[in-house]
T-cell receptor, first 110, second 110 residues
Framework: DGGITQSPKYLFRKEGQNVTLSCEQN?????MYWYRQDPGQGLRLIYY???????QKGDIAEGYSVSREKKESFPLTVTSAQKNPTAFYLC?????????FGPGTRLTVL | RKEVEQDPGPFNVPEGATVAFNCTYS??????FFWYRQDCRKEPKLLMS?????NEDGRFTAQLNRASQYISLLIRDSKLSDSATYLC???????????WGAGTKLIIKP
């Protein structure tokens, strides 16, 4: 089955720790995205990548980092510099104007 | 002013009724418009794209009003399974960047 997988589904971390969220797709899509969703708010773009080895900051990139070494993979690292990291993180890829999402990772900072 | 604005609701509607909600956008240069559906604690999924001439998909009708910069979604003969949050999405300066509304929550009651 083609799709986007994200792991883990739930993640807990202590303040001051970096954590990496996984995103893998086997849809052969070039463009991939990371969004953050907070209660009562729309999805906000963190980073996006249109092609391997290239990525651009979105609206809220501070405190996050990404890499795109392979077409299939677009991991997101939440660093200790992110002041309020507790949120629902969604990874997506795009084909023909449609965004396809993974199931998301819920990150909670303790 | 937010780039994409939606009434958060909730809209409480009896089963079988017709319900409509709007979304306004601020960027007059936007060219792509979408409605996504998001179930509680799940990822968003494309419901329908919105075309200039308006379009229909079964019980769902989407309209675009460029002069007033809003899009609308009409749901006829509503079903219990229509209960969800409906997200309005508009492209920014390219289709690589989408702006997401905070969503309108719809609750269909038996």
């Amino acid at each position: 089955d083609g799709g986007i997988t994200q792991s883990p589904k739930y993640l807990f971390r202590k303040e001051g720790q970096n954590v990496t969220l996984s995103c893998e797709q086997n849809l052969n899509h070039d463009a991939m995205y990371w969004y953050r969703q907070d209660p009562g708010q729309g999805l906000r773009l963190i980073y996006y990548s249109q092609i391997v080895n290239d990525f651009q900051k979105g609206d809220i990139a501070e405190g996050y980092s990404v890499s795109r070494e392979k077409k299939e993979s677009f991991p997101l690292t939440v660093t200790s510099a992110q002041k309020n990291p507790t949120a629902f993180y969604l990874c997506a890829s795009t084909y023909a104007d449609t965004q396809y999402f993974g199931p998301g990772t819920r990150l909670t900072v303790l | 002013r937010k780039e994409v604005e939606q009434d958060p609701g909730p809209f409480n509607v009896p089963e079988g009724a017709t319900v409509a909600f709007n979304c306004t956008y601020s960027n007059s240069a936007s060219q792509s418009f979408f409605w996504y559906r998001q179930d509680c604690r799940k990822e968003p999924k494309l419901l329908m794209s919105v075309y200039s001439s308006g379009n229909e998909d079964g019980r769902f009708t989407a309209q675009l009003n460029r002069a007033s910069q809003y899009i609308s979604l009409l749901i006829r003969d509503s079903k219990l399974s229509d209960s969800a949050t409906y997200l309005c999405v508009v492209n920014r300066d390219s289709n690589y960047q989408l702006i997401w509304g905070a969503g309108t929550k719809l609750i269909i009651k038996p």
